[in-house]
């Protein structure tokens, strides 16, 4: 089966104050183009981005997630970079209904952490341990992290998918980052990545507010 060449945006999700690094995220605007969930996949392995987000209903908010290799029920640059580019106060994915508002150079999600596959949060004592590690070998999904500043929750982070595809190295997770300030229970600035930068608060009732600068690249 060979997916048809499709229109999509290249979006950059949770860029640093200067407007750099972020992850790219692909997002076809129209999903209807595409209805077959294996031609989506299809699409998603060509295209390459850590995940691929299929707009259903942009005036609702209904969008699809897919990994290279995957589907998925959330994630959360997708969800930040989706709700940003069709500027609606809510989206709708197969794990629930997700919250959305743009806050000045921000654009801030609401999820909750029961959404999100398990993750090996793994801390490390110092900011240099993180940043010297080496890719690992395919397997667990690692969140690797250390204090930069505890007192101002300031994290220096890596996300390691595992999984055996070009994906060695996540630039920047929000749904990695959303399980972290569940853990840790307080609000967090992390720089993942080369440089990306994640906002993260936790509020009432389980929910996690995630929020980043979102770039529309092409």
Known sequence: MNAPVTDYDVLRV?????GGYG????????????????????????????????VDDPERGVIDIYTPT?????????CVGA?????????????????????GEFCWIEARAEWVPPRTLRQYATVAEVED??????????????????????VRARAF????????????????????TDRLG????????TGSQIL??????GWTEIGGRVYLER
């Open 14 to 18: 949770f860029c640093a104050p200067n």
């Open 23 to 54: 992850n790219e995220l692909g997002v076809v605007r129209d999903g209807s183009v595409l209805p077959d969930r294996a031609e989506r996949q299809e699409l998603a392995a060509k295209l390459g981005f850590s995940e691929t987000v299929f």
């Open 70 to 78: 995957l589907r998925l029920p959330f994630a959360g640059y997708p």
């Open 83 to 103: 709700a940003w580019l069709l500027d609606v106060p809510e989206l709708v994915t197969p794990a629930g209904v997700v919250g959305a508002r743009q806050d």
């Open 133 to 154: 590690l080496p890719v690992p070998p395919p397997g667990e999904w690692i969140y690797a992290w250390a204090w930069d500043d505890e007192p101002a929750g300031r």
């Open 161 to 180: 998918p595992g999984r055996d595809d070009s994906i060695d190295e996540d630039e920047a997770t929000g749904a990695a980052a959303l399980l972290l």
């Open 186 to 193: 307080r609000a967090l600035n992390i720089t993942q990545g």
């Open 200 to 205: 993260t608060a936790p509020q009432p009732h």
